[in-house]
């Protein structure tokens, strides 16, 4: 079975830095896009980060674009998520996903638990 | 960004009855590759999100046959044939044609 842990959220102030880490098993890592997605408390889902398998492309939406990077390293089966600069507005559960771009489309197909990050004074 | 409109947002359903979801694309999601990118994902309390549908109307694997999903161009339906107890939950439609975008989310409650 494919499995999915998301790490390292937790509380913190604005302007400060957080890593997630999200370890993955039951797949073939290194041969898969993968992504990030959060939810903002009572808000919908937002998809705003993927890598390609081979981590050479990144993708992100313009809330998160020169603030996140996405990284990730394939000897580990392990996914990453450098957040600088965070926002109130970036308190969100964030969750990691086996999916991303593929013949420019985009897709999901499993996720993981998801984290939980929050931004306050 | 391509925007998805789903109603209803808050959907009361009686146990064995059937249920039906619309969401609506801002934008056509047919693909230049000819494919339409519409899935459907399902968020249980406690558990992580789960892909019922892929490409409009492919159901995942140990998805229940209750489930279908039906559509076309910006029109799609998700539908549950007979509800039960664990299809509590809110349901969420998700473009990959364009850069990928959700719906609001439609919570299904049992009446």
């Known amino acids: 079975d494919v499995q999915l842990l998301e790490s390292g959220g937790g509380s913190v102030q604005p302007g400060g830095s957080l890593r997630l880490s999200c370890a993955t098993s039951?797949?073939?890592?290194?041969?898969?896009?993968m992504s990030w997605v959060r939810q903002a408390p009572g808000k919908g889902l937002e998809w705003f980060s993927s890598?390609?398998?081979?981590?050479?492309?990144?993708y992100y939406a313009d809330s998160v674009k020169g603030r996140f990077t996405v990284s990730r390293d394939n000897s580990k089966n392990t996914l990453y998520l450098q957040m600088n600069n965070l926002r109130v507005e970036d308190t969100a559960i964030y969750y990691c996903?086996?999916?991303?771009?593929?013949?420019?489309?985009?897709?999901?197909?499993?996720w993981g638990q998801g984290t939980l990050v929050t931004v306050s004074s | 960004d391509v925007v998805m409109t789903q109603s209803p947002l808050s959907l009361p359903v009686t146990l064995g009855q059937p249920a039906s979801i619309s969401c609506r694309s801002s934008q056509s999601l047919v693909h230049s590759d000819g494919n339409t990118y519409l899935n459907w994902f399902q968020l249980r309390p406690g558990q992580s999100p789960r892909r019922l549908i892929y490409q409009v109307s492919s159901r995942d694997s140990g998805v229940p046959d209750r489930f279908s999903g039906s559509g076309s161009g910006t029109d799609f339906t998700l539908k549950i044939s007979r509800v039960e107890a664990e299809d509590v939950g809110v349901y969420y439609c998700m473009q990959g044609t364009h850069w990928p975008t959700f719906g609001q989310g439609t919570k299904v409650e049992i009446k």
């Open positions: 039951g797949l073939t890592f290194g041969s898969y896009a």
């Open positions: 890598i390609s398998s081979g981590g050479d492309a990144t």
């Open positions: 996903a086996k999916g991303g771009r593929r013949s420019g489309a985009w897709y999901i197909e499993y």
